[in-house]
């Protein structure tokens, strides 16, 4: 990514992260609502497949991340992305 430049991703994390968590600076994606996990799920999928200034070491970073949305949606009993 270019110094100064964030994806939408980032910003909306930076969001949640203020939002829920604890001392530490950690959350649980358990602390999240439906929708909060499936608009991370978009940003996500937008900022590795769609986004020029994200870089190929960066998508691959975030790969993990969507595998965790994944995870959080089979135990939530949500259906599976459709991507």
């Given at each position: 990514m270019a110094d100064d430049y964030?994806?939408?991703l980032a910003d909306y994390f930076d969001e949640l992260e203020a939002r829920y968590a604890d001392a530490n600076g950690d959350f649980s994606f358990d602390s999240l609502?439906?929708?909060e996990l499936l608009k991370i799920e978009e940003l996500g999928r937008h900022a590795i497949?769609?986004?020029?200034?994200?870089?190929?070491?960066?998508?691959?970073?975030?790969?993990?991340?969507l595998d965790l949305v994944g995870k959080q949606?089979?135990?939530?009993g949500l259906p599976p992305a459709t991507h």
């Amino acid at each position: 990514m270019a110094d100064d430049y964030r994806p939408a991703l980032a910003d909306y994390f930076d969001e949640l992260e203020a939002r829920y968590a604890d001392a530490n600076g950690d959350f649980s994606f358990d602390s999240l609502t439906d929708e909060e996990l499936l608009k991370i799920e978009e940003l996500g999928r937008h900022a590795i497949h769609e986004d020029p200034q994200v870089t190929a070491q960066e998508k691959l970073n975030l790969q993990p991340l969507l595998d965790l949305v994944g995870k959080q949606r089979a135990k939530r009993g949500l259906p599976p992305a459709t991507h």
